[in-house]
């Protein structure tokens, strides 16, 4: 199976999905839904139509830029040392304030349970293990 | 005072109306254009039945032929399937004369229709291939593209003499 792409938005059509539209000089429009495909009905352009707009990519590649990429490989090691201290600061802060919490109502602290084992069970355990 | 006050709200009322009749036949005019053009671009296809008149796309020698009898389908033919036509326009020197009742292939239709792998297909037009009783085609060419639906229904005749296979 084939992916293609939708001829007036240029998604991936997976198989399965969408409708073909053959002109009579053989040319095959595909569309990946109903929406391209009205559009397309309607004659709209598909680079002016304004509809797709949020559906366009924003993070385009950028052309390789030496000074950029030198900049970038300085800022990585502080940009993950500023992380660090501030998960560090936020776990600390979270503490604080648990602390806090336990020394107004204690009764939010779990009782202590104290589990008999029986010496049949423990000699049993001894023998699996061995 | 209150007589003079009120015929002059009639007035005025008459004023507003008379302005309205006169830029209203622009108004209903232009919204209706625009209404009739939409409808006929968004025209919802259908079936193949009887009185539609399709192309046919051979050198058979006819032009036109209308849909008398749809022989597979309660609601009508679809791509692919077999009608009985009459020839309603021919060329004078072809195979087949005008009135002749023939047997016709749909080989394109505007109406979508589902593949075996999910999609649909359409086509521009409404379009057959005049085959006789065995359903070996009365041409030798055949015009257009042609679905490669048409291997499953048993025309791979068809589907030889065609130039493009959608």
Known sequence: ?130 | MAAAFASRCSRVGRSLSGGLSNSSPGLFTSSHGMTCNNLFSQQQRTFIQMRTVLKVVDNSGAKKVMCIQALKGKKGARLGDTIIASVKEAHPNGKVKKGKVVYGVVVRAAMQKGRCDGSEVKFDDNAVVLVDKQGQPIGTRVFGPVPHELRQKKHVKILTLAGHIA
Not at chain 1, 14 to 28: E, L, M, S
Not at chain 1, 72 to 81: E, F, H, T
Not at chain 1, 83 to 109: C, F, G
């Open chain 1, 1 to 130: 199976m084939r992916l293609e792409k939708c001829w007036f938005c240029s998604s991936t059509i997976y198989p399965g999905h969408g409708i073909q539209f053959v002109r009579n000089d053989a040319k095959i429009f595909r569309f990946c839904r109903s929406k391209c495909h009205k559009n397309f009905k309607m004659k709209r352009n598909p680079r002016k139509d304004s509809t797709f707009e949020f559906e366009r990519k924003r993070n385009r590649p950028e052309r390789y830029d030496r000074n950029l990429a030198e900049n970038v490989l300085k800022a990585i090691p502080k940009i993950d040392k500023i992380r660090v201290s501030r998960e560090e600061r936020h776990h600390k802060n979270n503490l604080v304030k648990a602390r806090y919490v336990l020394q107004q109502d204690p009764s939010l602290t779990l009782p202590k349970i104290k589990v008999k084992v029986s010496q049949q069970q423990s000699e049993e355990n001894h023998a699996m293990e061995e």
